[in-house]
Structures are given as C-alpha cells and as structure tokens.
C-alpha cells in the first residue's frame, strides 16, 4: 500500500486539497481530527497536559481550553515542545493503527493529512509527499484575513513552523495554491490520473 503525505504550511491550502481528495474517493487520515480526538475529556492525552501545565488550560466543563492553550503555544517554545512530546506519540500511534486498518480492508493508498510531517519526522513513513504551496508573503495575508490576526500574532504563527521555503525540497509532489481552487483542484486532478489513483 502507498502511503502518501499531505502537508503545507499554516493557511497555504492544505485542508482545500484534503477536500478533494475525498471527494475523489480517496482515504485521508487527518492528523488534526486525531489530535483533537487524544485531547478529549478521559483520554491519556488531556491527563498528560493537566499533569505538565495545571489545570488553568481546562474550561469551566473540564474540556481542553484550546484557545488558552493556543496562545502559550505560539508565544513559548518550550511549552510547544511539551505538547508536542506528550501528544506526537499518541497521534502517530493512531496515525499506524489507522493506516493498519486501511491496508487489511485491501486500499491500495492511503493520505496522511499532517500539518507538521516534517517537524515531527512522519516522512519516513510515506513514499511520496504532497506539499500545497503558496509563497510566504500571500501565506501571511490569507492567515490574516482568515483569523483576524495582528501582524505580530501572524509572524508568531508562521514562525512556530518550518518555513515553507524549506519544505520545497523535500517534497516529491509540489501543488501551487497560490491562485484559483479550481487552479489547484486540476493539479491534484492531473497528479491522480498520473498515479493511476483514481477509483
């Protein structure tokens, strides 16, 4: 079974193309939808962060506060590496249980959705990776018209990820999401056909 990452940068396009890849019948295992999932009430990765930073990152109903916690993570590296090393190895053990279970009902290939592949080193276990790519400075203006950011909380934002720039060369498959949707929808269209992927 292929295994083929998805990756981007922060607001470069990446959930458009995981769209459509479903939509053309594609199996898409969404790293984000796992993360939330290994943060719900009960689950060992809320415990771990209630453990690490106290109990002032919950609500009042004793849910993840995300917006509390996604404000110390952009402003304090150390509290992201935290994060990272209690909750990347939930994830990826998720991730490998899912992919397991999409190769025993007999797909052929399979997405990892995955906004930090690189950072986390999820390369290793895909044969090809698609980057959606858009240059730094449009990356900049569609974070900010889409969450009504301050030019500060952008440039934090951006500056928490790999740069872009540098994930160029390390992809296989570079889809341009710098113009129209339907633009990259044929990219990825024409890439499938090349592939022999669709169904």
Request: net charge negative; charged share 25%; proline share 3%.
């Amino acid at each position: 079974m292929e295994i083929i990452g998805l990756t981007g940068g922060i607001a470069s396009g990446k959930s458009t193309v995981a769209n459509y890849l479903r939509q053309e019948g594609m199996t898409v295992i969404d790293a984000d939808l796992i993360a939330r999932q290994v943060v719900e009430p009960g689950q060992e990765g809320l415990e771990k962060l209630v453990e690490a930073f106290g109990s002032q990152i919950l609500t009042k109903e004793k849910e993840l506060n995300r917006k509390y916690l996604g404000r110390m993570l952009f402003s304090d590296s150390l509290a992201r590496y935290t994060v990272n090393d209690i909750l990347h190895p939930l994830i990826r053990q998720e991730m490998i249980r899912q992919i397991g279970q999409a190769e025993q009902s007999g797909l052929k290939q399979v997405f990892l959705d995955i906004p930090l592949l690189f950072e986390a080193g999820y390369q290793e276990m895909c044969h090809e990776i698609l980057l959606v790519y858009i240059p730094q400075s449009l990356q900049a203006q569609r974070l900010k018209e889409r969450d009504h950011l301050t030019d500060v909380e952008v440039k934090d934002r951006i500056a928490s990820q790999m740069s872009i720039e540098d994930k160029l060369p390390m992809a296989t498959v570079v889809i341009d999401n710098s113009q129209s949707i339907s633009h990259t929808q044929e990219q990825v269209h024409k890439w499938l056909i090349e592939k022999n992927y669709r169904q």
